[in-house]
Nanobody
């Protein structure tokens, strides 16, 4: 069955870096676009960054442009999110999603990972 598994979350001080990974299993990884979303308690899940099936097209929300980089390695069935210069407001559970559609500040996907916690302290 289709599975998306995130890893790489953790705790870091403001200004630090983390790299998240999302591994896909059970389907033709290179066929689908992928995205990262994040959610904090009491808020709607928010789109963060998306990438096309071949990695040629990337999309970011304004608040992470210049700090986050989305990429993928189709040979390894893995997508990444390099997060630099992290801020306390980046604290959230980060989810990867397959076959995403961006809808306003949020969006949908047909499969989701279980999420990985990112905590940024001041």
């Amino acid at each position: 069955q289709v599975q998306l598994v995130e890893s790489g979350g953790g705790s870091v001080q403001a200004g630090g870096s983390l790299r998240l990974a999302c591994a896909g299993f059970g389907y033709a990884f290179s066929v689908y676009n992928l995205a990262w979303f994040r959610q904090t308690p009491g808020k709607e899940r928010e789109f963060v960054a998306g990438i096309s099936w071949n990695g040629d097209t990337k999309d970011y929300i304004d608040s992470v442009k210049g700090r986050f980089t989305i990429s993928r390695d189709n040979a390894k069935n893995t997508m990444y999110l390099q997060m630099n210069n992290l801020k306390t407001e980046d604290t959230a559970v980060y989810y990867c999603a397959r076959n995403y559609v961006r809808l306003g500040a949020g969006g949908r996907g047909d499969y989701w990972g279980q999420g990985t916690q990112v905590t940024v302290s001041s």
